[in-house]
């Protein structure tokens, strides 16, 4: 109880340091206290030990009536204190002075010290204290008690025209020595509105250099004035800072230039400079930035960096067929920092090699196809990547042109779409006209398409964003296994060929599963079955087209894997990679990517002639000799477990087949999608010798067993030799044989 007692009555306020003494420990327990480390050894201190003690914690005394008081409040009870002369009343008064007396304003009076009306003025009495002349010996410096920058002195090194803003930033970067560069600071506008972008040395930290540049553009005058303070000073240095050496730099510059090897590299820098600590993995890491810095094309990321590389990488007639670049109708216009929100950008990235592919595309047996997607996370401020492009017949993505923009909305979309399009006229003199394009559920897409192509025949959903949202949305769904049954019927609902007989599977669903999913139903036919989003199913676009943006979407994925490695860069950066990858792309773009006929494996002429072995007397022909009907592979199992199959048995099934193309009375969605894939129409092409089928495969590839084997009956081709079958019943199935014979036989 008496320790507690003490530690309340003493003081709150910690003990300074400089004050602690052996003894004073065992009166203050709760203050740590080392002998070794105390300046005090006696018990008595002295006038000049309070004074330093005063200066050392002025901020511990403000609290405090006067000073006496403070020394009496901070001294220990069991170290003396003898204040001499200039203040031997206030000394002994502290002197007199018993850590047991009481606190009372009566004591205080009685002990000689002030009473509590004067202990109000302790500012006045700590001023006559600190203005005696024992005092002005321990005062601080004017200099060491203010630490204000000093102010910096500009000089005018030189001016130029605002157009001419390239030339001021090289004048700029002349000012710093070999080995340095000037970095940027964050600008800002005076009270004139003058644009202010301030410059600091590299070697601040490093070198403790303080040497300063700023360029003012004067909107006013329309100039563009160049600054310094001070001189650079190299000479100091930080023991602190990691990195390579300034004098290093050259070094690292010039082997990367000559493509000399990190490790070759860094053992000349060991022989150059043996007392040298730098690592292997600081020159690795050096001769990557460095190379980076060589090979980008983009030097900065300034507004005013973009805009001259723009115009001078505009793509014209004279350019060569490889030669990255943009295509007219670019913008770049806002302030001189590319990182600001108001920053209007938009420009269009290709060659003239990249353009030919909607020509290849658009001049082979599909239809002419235009892919488009939009891509984000690229850059660092998250403009959206558009990608245009268009497939092959094996649905392999040929990219045409990438459109960077601040915005996603309609204008933006046209503008890179005019762009593409009036570029492709002017370049290469073809007019594009897309009939079938394809993109997602993005509306501001589809209104771009058909603003700028009026012509404009379809316009596809993809398929793909159809299962995916389905899976977003399972939680509609009351359990899981209704959603793998809805989606299982999706699908047979997307293999239509025919839009009439989708709206009728379409109703049907919805007939079958109103009851059971009524929320989740209400949500599909809101997102997925009205007429702007409904164009996703197989028959919507023509045969050889897909009917999914996956290629696109596979492009995306690895421009993000091999580009930019998951990364957001900057638009230097960013611009640099692209056009790597766009000069990789037009190389690797031919027009033989482009078949003119599908392509036919062995596996597909195999499987065209067992097919019409197998076949040749069930088909059904119409009145019209180009059209024949064909029964599926389903149908004839069934026919297979009812009792063989027959002409009778095929005719029967096809009656009820062409019955109608719409529901019946008493079908369901089941039996209505059952019936409607009894039989493949197979239709003669006019003026060609080839057959088209309505088969999912044929959608999907252009080609399939069928009609290739209906060409095949109708010898309209000739089998390569290498990939005929004479003995074809005999043939090897895959996989491995079996081992176990069949135990029970049909009887013939």
């Known amino acids: ?53 005063t200066y050392a914690n002025w901020s511990y005394y403000e609290e405090f009536p006067s000073l006496a008081e403070s020394c009496r409040r901070l001294s220990p009870p069991c170290v003396d204190i003898d204040l001499p002369s200039p203040v031997p009343s206030r000394a002994s008064d502290v002197t007199q002075l018993s850590p047991f007396s009481p606190r009372s304003d009566s004591d205080l009076n009685s002990g000689g ?9 302790f500012l ?70 003058d644009v202010i972008q301030c410059y600091r040395c590299s070697g601040e930290k490093r070198n403790k250099c303080h040497f300063k540049a700023k360029v003012v553009y004067d909107s006013t005058e329309n100039m563009i004035f ?6 650079h000073d190299h000479q100091k240095q930080s023991k602190h800072t990691i990195g390579l050496p300034p004098k290093l730099k050259p070094i690292i510059h010039e082997g990367v230039n000559d493509g000399i090897m990190p490790a070759k590299l860094h053992r000349k820098i060991l022989e150059k400079y043996p007392t040298s600590k730098v690592t292997l993995q600081q020159v690795q890491t050096a001769c990557k930035w460095e190379a980076d810095k060589l090979l980008s094309s983009l030097k900065g990321n300034t507004i005013g960096d973009l805009h001259t590389y723009l115009s001078e990488n505009t793509l014209s007639k004279s350019s060569r067929k ?109 007019e594009w006209t897309p009939r079938v394009a394809m993109s997602d559920r993005a509306g501001a897409i589809a209104n771009a398409l058909t603003a700028v192509w009026d012509g404009l025949d379809k316009l596809a959903k993809c398929y793909f964003h159809v299962k995916k949202a389905l899976k977003d949305n399972r939680h509609r769904f009351s359990s899981e296994t209704n959603f793998e049954k809805f989606q299982n019927d999706c699908s047979l609902l997307a293999a239509f060929d025919d839009e009439d007989q989708f709206l009728e599977g379409l109703r049907l669903l919805d007939r079958k599963w109103r009851a059971r999913e009524k929320d989740a139903m209400n949500w599909f036919l809101k997102e997925w079955a009205t ?12 045969p050889g087209l897909p009917n999914t943006n996956n290629a696109v979407e596979r492009f995306n994925r690895s421009i993000k894997v091999y580009v930019t490695s998951h990364q957001r860069l900057s638009f230097s950066k960013l611009i640099t990679k692209f056009r790597k990858e766009l000069i990789y792309r037009s190389l690797s773009s031919h027009s033989s990517d482009f078949w003119n006929r599908p392509q036919l494996n062995r596996r597909s002429w195999c499987a065209a002639q067992l097919w019409a072995k197998q076949n040749k007397a069930n088909f059904l022909e119409a009145k019209n000799d180009n059209l024949f009907f064909c029964p599926s592979s389903e149908l004839l199992h069934k026919l297979e477990i009812r009792g063989g199959v027959s002409k009778p048995a095929i005719r029967k099934a096809f009656s009820d087949f062409d019955k109608s193309l719409f529901c019946l009375d008493g079908e369901n969605f089941d039996s209505y999608i059952s019936r409607r894939r009894m039989f ?69």
């Open 531 to 542: 007429e702007a989003y409904r164009a996703w199913f197989s028959g919507f676009t023509p």
């Open 322 to 430: 490889h030669a990255f670049g943009v295509l007219h109708g670019w913008r770049a216009n806002g302030p001189i920092d590319l990182e600001s929100e108001a920053a209007d950008i938009c420009f269009v990235m290709t060659t003239k090699n990249l353009l030919r592919n909607a020509v290849r595309q658009s001049r082979s047996e599909l239809v002419s196809f235009l892919d488009i997607d939009q891509t984000y996370s690229l850059n660092e401020r998250g403009y959206p990547v558009t990608v245009v492009g268009t497939v092959t017949r094996s649905h392999q993505f040929k990219l045409i042109a990438i459109g960077v923009s601040r915005h996603e909305d309609q204008q933006a979309n046209e503008l890179i779409l005019e762009t593409i399009k009036d570029g492709m006229r002017e370049l290469i003199d073809f």
């Open 124 to 193: 006045h009495e700590r001023t006559e204290i600190l203005d005696s002349p024992e005092c002005d010996s321990k005062r601080p410096s004017k200099e060491v008690c203010t630490k204000k920058k000093p102010r910096l002195e500009w000089v005018l090194e030189n001016n130029f025209p605002m157009d001419h803003e390239q030339d001021a930033l090289d004048a700029l970067h002349q000012l710093s020595p070999p080995g340095y560069n000037m970095s940027k600071n964050q600008p800002y506008i005076n009270q004139s509105g």
């Open 113 to 121: 010290l002030e009473t509590s009306s004067k202990r109000k003025s």
């Open 1 to 53: 109880m008496l320790l507690l007692f003490l530690r309340n009555w003493i003081s709150p306020i910690p003990l300074h340091p400089t004050f602690k003494t052996a003894s004073s420990t065992a009166c203050c327990p709760t203050m740590p206290f080392t002998p070794q480390t105390s300046p005090l050894r006696t018990t008595s201190a002295t006038a000049n030990d309070l004074v330093d003690l």
């Open 680 to 748: 493949w129409k197979l239709q003669k092409q006019p003026n060609s010798r080839t057959f088209t089928c309505n088969c999912p495969s044929y959608l999907h590839t252009a080609t399939c067993k069928h009609s290739l084997g209906m060409s095949i009956l109708h010898q309209f081709v000739s089998i390569p030799p290498k990939w005929k079958c004479n003995t074809i019943e005999q043939m090897r199935k895959r996989g491995r044989p079996k081992s176990v014979q069949n135990c029970l036989e049909k009887a013939s």
């Open 226 to 231: 160049l600054y310094s303070s001070s001189t």
